[in-house]
Every structure is written in structure tokens, then in C-alpha cells.
């Protein structure tokens, strides 16, 4: 019998090592289980800060793609970065702004988004003395130049040049305070004495002559012009609200002519396409200028097959401008304080500019390079620059309308990354840097 109580008490300690093993295993299983529960946690609360910074640090740096000069930007950029922060929750709590701090460095157009968020409660680590972990999250972007654009007008124009050969004390030349430094030249084509008209007006426009040798364009040979669109070389031009535009922003500049009289400017602008035949068929521009084709062009490379422009399809050209103002034809622009009035169309970009067909996209080219041979059959675009169009004058419309079509600067262009090394200076996109 002794040998049974030998055995019975044996397998007696072998169920209390048993037991025991089995109350060390689930407590470590029960912490594992909770370990795991507090990491993901973690994780968890902090892919949501994470989010919720990229997008404030996005929304704030687009306060960089809003054209005005004027527009307080790094008050803009604050407000929207807090507001975008303000929308996420982490870890089912609203963001507030005392948890977020937004520095914008203006020079660099970058916004910075910092969140420290409340203290959330941990399970297994409260064991260790480790109650609560704070989330933290960081996130920057900028605003980078860029080459490409898209949706562009099949028409390219001449970047502005400083323009020192001024003419002489002829019967249309402006007032002399009206081209401070030479840099802007007018001319009262209507001989009225006037030089801006009402808005919309199309008899007052800029002398479109580039002189080799004695203008000037790219100052210092970078193959940026210093005296181009969106530069400030030409601010503070007399108190004429037509005139006094700060770095060109609602600047009125010419387009397009279609009148064979218009010598001066006839042979600036070029109708452009992706292939030979976009550029020199009349139809094909005309389909272009009502609905423009969305394909991406860039700066720089090999350029794009071109055809003088002339006033040669002006019949078939006209009307297309036509349809593209009449889609929204009540608008106009406001010289006094330099916006769009009138528009049909809300501002989904939240750029101060409605979403309007008449907002457009141009080509520009380097007046010293590409002028040299007007008759040249390829282009090659230094910018893009998004303009808005002008109404035709009263009475002035359809084929038989020869009257030059116009629009006013607003400034640069949001476009897609990548494309060649060569970047515009009015070409920019958004970038989330860290």
C-alpha cells in the first residue's frame, strides 16, 4: 500500500506543478494579450495624429497656391492648417487647438503641423508604473516649382521684358509717369486720349515689340526672366487701378490677335499643339479654345510643334472665344479691387478665383530666344501662367469680330510633379516633405 501513497502523493505534486504552470501561462498570455492591445493602441492612435497632421500641413502650405500677392498667406495658412487638424479625432477624441501648433515659414513656403496630444490609458504597461503614453506627430509641406501644367489654351505668348527702347513724344504715347523706368509701354490705339477705358475695354493694350540689344529679358543668363510675369518690377505704375497692379496680379494683357492690322503683335503670340497638325488647323484650334485638351505639357525638352499666329483664321477662332465667355458671361473683371465679380461659378480651390472657364492656362516663352524667328515651327515653354478672359467689346461678337482677345494675369499655375529638370517660376505644386 505503501507504494500506492508513494505514487498517488507524486501525481498529486505533478497536478500542483501543473497548475502552477498553467497560472504563470495565462498570465502571460493575459499580459502578451494585453501588450499587444496597448501597442495597438498605440499604433493606432498614432497613424490617426499622423493623418491628421499630412493633411493639416497639406491645407496649410496651400495657402501658397492662392495667386494674390496681397492675400495675408501666413494668416491663411494658420487658419487652414487648424482647421484641417480640428477635423481629426485620435483615439475617438477631437483634436483641439491647444494640441496642435503651426509654424509657417513664409520665405519657404513651408508649414510645419506639431501635435501632442492627451495622455491615453495603457493596460498591461500600468503594471510597470507606466499609466497613460502621450501621442505625438509631426508632418511639414511646402510649396515647390514644378514643370508641368495641364489644360493649357492652344496659344503661347511672350514673357514681359523690361522695355527700354520707350518711343518717342509721339500723339499716342502715354504719360511719361505711366511707364516708370521704361518697363511698360502703352499704347491709346483708339487715339481718345485715354489709356484704360471701362472694364472689359479692349482698345487699350501693351506694345508687344522686342528689341534685341536693347531690351532686356534674362538680366543675369539663368534662363529665368527677371522682368517676367508675376515679378515686381513693375509695381506702383501711376494710381490707374488699370495700371497699378502689385507683381501683375489682374494685369491686362494680350491674348490672342486676330486682326491682320495688329502687325505689331500679330506675330508674338503662336498657336501650339502636341502634334503639327493641332497648330496649324484652324479647326482643331478652335475645338481646343471650347474645350481645351487636358493632356500635360512641359517646360523645357524639345518644344512643341508651333505656327506664327495671324489673323488668318480669325473667323473660326472668334467665335470659340465666344463660347467659352458666354458659359459665364455675366462676370467680369474688377479693376478697382482686382478680382471677378458676377461669376456663376463657386471657388471649389479655395484660391480667391472662381472655377470659371474663363479661368485658363497659357504658355509662355522667352521673348529673347524664341522671337528671333517668328516664323520657327517649334516652341519651347519657359512658364505657364493661368489667366482669366476678357468679355469682347459691346456689339463686338462672331466670326466677324476682329477685336484682340485679352485677359488679366493671375498669377501661377498648380500643376502635377515630375516632368523635366527645367522648372517655371509660375509652375507650383504641394509636397509633403516629413
Same mark, same amino acid.
Given at each position: 500500500?505503501?507504494?500506492?501513497?508513494?505514487?498517488?502523493?507524486?501525481?498529486?505534486?505533478?497536478?500542483? +506543478?501543473?497548475?502552477?504552470?498553467?497560472?504563470?501561462?495565462?498570465?502571460?498570455?493575459?499580459?502578451?494579450?494585453?501588450?499587444?492591445?496597448?501597442?495597438?493602441?498605440?499604433?493606432?492612435?498614432?497613424?490617426?495624429?499622423?493623418?491628421?497632421?499630412?493633411?493639416?500641413?497639406?491645407?496649410?502650405?496651400?495657402?501658397?497656391?492662392?495667386?494674390?500677392?496681397?492675400?495675408?498667406? *501666413?494668416?491663411?495658412?494658420?487658419?487652414?492648417?487648424?482647421?484641417?487638424?480640428?477635423?481629426?479625432? +485620435?483615439?475617438?477624441?477631437?483634436?483641439?487647438?491647444?494640441?496642435?501648433?503651426?509654424?509657417?515659414?513664409?520665405?519657404?513656403?513651408?508649414?510645419?503641423?506639431?501635435?501632442?496630444?492627451?495622455?491615453?490609458?495603457?493596460?498591461?504597461?500600468?503594471?510597470?508604473?507606466?499609466?497613460?503614453?502621450?501621442?505625438?506627430?509631426?508632418?511639414?509641406?511646402?510649396?515647390?516649382?514644378?514643370?508641368?501644367?495641364?489644360?493649357?489654351?492652344?496659344?503661347?505668348?511672350?514673357?514681359?521684358?523690361?522695355?527700354?527702347?520707350?518711343?518717342?513724344?509721339?500723339?499716342?504715347?502715354?504719360?511719361?509717369? $505711366? +511707364?516708370?523706368?521704361?518697363?511698360?509701354?502703352?499704347?491709346?490705339?483708339?487715339?481718345?486720349?485715354?489709356?484704360?477705358?471701362?472694364?472689359?475695354?479692349?482698345?487699350?493694350?501693351?506694345?508687344?515689340?522686342?528689341?534685341?540689344? *536693347?531690351?532686356?529679358?534674362?538680366?543675369?543668363?539663368?534662363?529665368?526672366?527677371?522682368?517676367?510675369?508675376?515679378?515686381?518690377?513693375?509695381?506702383?505704375?501711376?494710381?490707374?487701378?488699370?495700371?497699378?497692379?502689385?507683381?501683375?496680379?489682374?494685369?491686362?494683357?494680350?491674348?490672342?490677335?486676330?486682326?491682320?492690322?495688329?502687325?505689331?503683335?500679330?506675330?508674338?503670340?503662336?498657336?501650339?499643339?502636341?502634334?503639327?497638325?493641332?497648330?496649324?488647323?484652324?479647326?482643331?484650334?478652335?475645338?481646343?479654345?471650347?474645350?481645351?485638351?487636358?493632356?500635360?505639357?512641359?517646360?523645357?525638352?524639345?518644344?512643341?510643334?508651333?505656327?506664327?499666329?495671324?489673323?488668318?483664321?480669325?473667323?473660326?477662332?472668334?467665335?470659340?472665344?465666344?463660347? !467659352?465667355?458666354? !458659359?459665364?458671361?455675366?462676370?467680369?473683371?474688377?479693376?478697382?479691387?482686382?478680382?471677378?465679380?458676377?461669376?456663376?461659378?463657386?471657388?471649389?480651390?479655395?484660391?480667391?478665383?472662381?472655377?470659371?472657364?474663363?479661368?485658363?492656362?497659357?504658355?509662355?516663352?522667352?521673348?529673347?530666344?524664341?522671337?528671333?524667328?517668328?516664323?520657327?515651327?517649334? $516652341?519651347?515653354?519657359?512658364?505657364?501662367?493661368?489667366?482669366?478672359?476678357?468679355?469682347?467689346?459691346?456689339?463686338?461678337?462672331?466670326?466677324?469680330?476682329?477685336?484682340?482677345?485679352?485677359?488679366?494675369?493671375?498669377?501661377? +499655375?498648380?500643376?502635377?510633379?515630375?516632368?523635366?529638370?527645367?522648372?517655371?517660376?509660375?509652375?507650383?505644386?504641394?509636397?509633403?516633405?516629413?
Amino acid at each position: 500500500m505503501r507504494w500506492l501513497r508513494r505514487i498517488s502523493s507524486a501525481r498529486l505534486g505533478e497536478r500542483g +506543478v501543473t497548475l502552477v504552470m498553467m497560472a504563470l501561462m495565462m498570465f502571460l498570455a493575459l499580459g502578451m494579450s494585453a501588450l499587444a492591445v496597448d501597442y495597438g493602441m498605440i499604433k493606432s492612435a498614432k497613424a490617426e495624429a499622423q493623418r491628421a497632421v499630412d493633411a493639416a500641413a497639406l491645407a496649410g502650405a496651400s495657402a501658397f497656391l492662392i495667386p494674390d500677392p496681397t492675400q495675408d498667406k *501666413v494668416a491663411i495658412a494658420e487658419e487652414r492648417a487648424r482647421e484641417y487638424a480640428n477635423r481629426h479625432m +485620435v483615439h475617438t477624441v477631437q483634436i483641439t487647438d491647444p494640441e496642435i501648433d503651426v509654424d509657417v515659414d513664409l520665405p519657404n513656403e513651408t508649414v510645419t503641423v506639431t501635435y501632442a496630444g492627451g495622455d491615453i490609458a495603457l493596460w498591461f504597461a500600468n503594471v510597470f508604473g507606466i499609466p497613460t503614453m502621450r501621442i505625438n506627430a509631426l508632418a511639414a509641406a511646402h510649396v515647390i516649382e514644378t514643370s508641368n501644367a495641364s489644360c493649357i489654351m492652344p496659344i503661347a505668348i511672350p514673357d514681359l521684358w523690361n522695355n527700354v527702347d520707350v518711343a518717342g513724344a509721339g500723339a499716342n504715347d502715354p504719360p511719361e509717369e $505711366l +511707364v516708370e523706368d521704361e518697363l511698360w509701354d502703352f499704347v491709346d490705339l483708339d487715339g481718345n486720349g485715354v489709356l484704360s477705358g471701362p472694364s472689359g475695354s479692349q482698345t487699350e493694350r501693351e506694345l508687344w515689340e522686342y528689341d534685341h540689344g *536693347v531690351d532686356v529679358y534674362d538680366a543675369d543668363g539663368d534662363g529665368q526672366g527677371e522682368f517676367g510675369y508675376g515679378t515686381a518690377t513693375r509695381n506702383g505704375l501711376g494710381s490707374n487701378s488699370f495700371l497699378n497692379k502689385v507683381n501683375d496680379y489682374g494685369r491686362q494683357i494680350t491674348l490672342m490677335t486676330l486682326s491682320p492690322k495688329d502687325g505689331t503683335t500679330s506675330s508674338n503670340y503662336y498657336a501650339w499643339g502636341f502634334t503639327s497638325n493641332d497648330a496649324n488647323s484652324g479647326d482643331i484650334l478652335r475645338a481646343k479654345i471650347e474645350e481645351e485638351d487636358c493632356q500635360i505639357a512641359t517646360v523645357g525638352g524639345e518644344g512643341y510643334p508651333a505656327a506664327a499666329g495671324n489673323g488668318a483664321t480669325a473667323g473660326t477662332i472668334s467665335p470659340a472665344w465666344d463660347t !467659352r465667355i458666354g !458659359r459665364d458671361g455675366d462676370a467680369t473683371w474688377n479693376d478697382d479691387y482686382n478680382r471677378v465679380d458676377g461669376s456663376d461659378f463657386g471657388d471649389a480651390d479655395q484660391d480667391g478665383l472662381p472655377n470659371s472657364p474663363r479661368v485658363v492656362v497659357v504658355a509662355l516663352y522667352n521673348p529673347h530666344l524664341e522671337m528671333l524667328a517668328p516664323s520657327d515651327n517649334s $516652341l519651347v515653354f519657359n512658364n505657364f501662367a493661368k489667366v482669366w478672359i476678357d468679355e469682347r467689346p459691346a456689339g463686338c461678337s462672331g466670326a466677324g469680330c476682329k477685336a484682340a482677345i485679352t485677359g488679366r494675369f493671375l498669377g501661377f +499655375v498648380t500643376g502635377p510633379g515630375g516632368g523635366e529638370g527645367t522648372t517655371g517660376t509660375l509652375i507650383k505644386t504641394l509636397q509633403l516633405i516629413k
